[in-house]
């Protein structure tokens, strides 16, 4: 790949709208945090957790990732972690980003629902501010949990609803399809929050279908296995859903076998707004500019193909239409002066 293509993607505004934020706990700060906190860690150094980062599958992943959460337990925890990203996020020239929260892998273990929310919301608001990314917070559903447990998440969620724009839906995908979901998926619809879904992660394209049909997403996560039904291709151009694609955890988790099959070309030309997006960067090895060099080294993507990457990002994202006009003229400044 070109130093200039390299350079390009540094310096290209973009959007992440697929990150968990428990997720970008990076190794130093799990054991700042289990130290202040006084929690057992089944790691004795950065080391080691970095070696545990093996997987062949999600639930693989899915069982350290709930593991390093539990040395999260005040709310400036979750300020901390949710600046650290921000921070990140901001030196790499992402200007916005809307990310996922696990209320219930908290909550189960006894921190409350406020403590989470409330450092997530006052990082974002305070530090975003400060560092000039703009955010949105979307809560998800544990899937291998039942219904009623969302439910009662979705009333825990009522007091603080004006932080949180959306309800989504993540964790062990086979065995646990969005027809589970369907009640508490209303019940948000009907309360006003945008709704989205990992399905076709892992899950057959059946669980796409439902995602769309019962769920009535406005956005899929992942969504990689639609390449199997050229039907369900069309109607999801057609429809004008986004598609946040996280290749670096596709590779990780095993979705793809190597970065040179992954599909995000075959979406690009399919006329998919296909995004790129990071996942969980501290487990899967790379936040948002790491995804973009290694889609484009392996797919040997254009200028053009990156331009309408970071372009879907932002249209795909829940802005309003005047902020995504905006975002949309920051990248072709850039171009512009990139090509000058
Ligand atoms: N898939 C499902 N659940 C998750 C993921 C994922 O990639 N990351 C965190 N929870
Ligand atoms: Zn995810």
Do not use: W
């Not at 219930?104 to 006894?110: D, I, S």
Request: proline share 4%.
């Amino acid at each position: 790949m070109s130093a200039n293509i390299e350079k390009f993607i540094i310096g290209l505004p973009k959007a992440e709208l697929h990150l968990h934020l428990e997720g970008s706990l990076e190794p130093e700060q799990m054991f700042e945090f289990a130290g202040r906190n006084k929690i057992d860690i089944p790691f004795k150094s950065i080391d080691e957790v970095k070696k545990a980062y093996e997987f062949s599958q999600l639930q693989d992943f899915l069982d350290i990732y709930y593991t390093g959460m539990n040395v999260l337990q005040t709310e400036q925890d979750f300020y901390d972690l949710t600046a650290n990203y921000l921070r990140k996020v901001a030196s790499e020239n992402t200007k916005h980003v809307e990310v996922f929260f696990d209320p219930q892998g908290h909550t189960e273990r006894g921190v409350e629902f406020k403590t989470a929310v409330t450092g997530i919301h006052n990082a974002l608001r305070e530090v975003g501010g400060e560092l000039g990314v703009t955010s949105k917070l979307i809560m998800c559903f544990l899937r291998h949990l039942d219904e009623a447990s969302a439910v009662a998440t979705l009333e825990d969620a009522a007091p603080f609803k004006h932080m949180i724009m959306g309800v989504g839906l993540d964790s062990s995908e086979l065995g646990h399809p969005p027809s589970k979901f369907e009640r508490v998926f209303g019940l948000a619809k009907e309360q006003g929050y945008k709704l989205v879904a990992h399905a076709g992660e892992e899950g057959p394209v059946e669980y796409i279908y439902e995602a769309l049909d019962l769920l009535r997403v406005d956005r899929i996560d992942h969504g990689n296995r639609c390449m199997d039904d050229p039907k369900l291709v069309a109607r999801i151009a057609e429809e004008k859903i986004a598609l946040t694609i996280c290749p670096l955890s596709n590779l990780k988790l095993c979705v793809v076998d190597d970065m040179s099959d992954h599909p995000m070309k075959k979406m690009l030309d399919a006329g998919l707004i296909a995004t790129i997006n990071s996942d969980d960067p501290s487990y899967f090895g790379g936040y948002m500019n790491d995804n973009y060099l290694s889609t484009a080294k392996a797919l040997g993507l254009s200028i053009d193909d990156l331009i309408q990457l970071a372009r879907n990002g932002f249209i795909g994202s829940f802005l309003e239409q005047d902020e995504i006009d905006g975002y949309l003229a920051q990248i072709d400044d850039y171009v512009a002066e990139f090509n000058s």
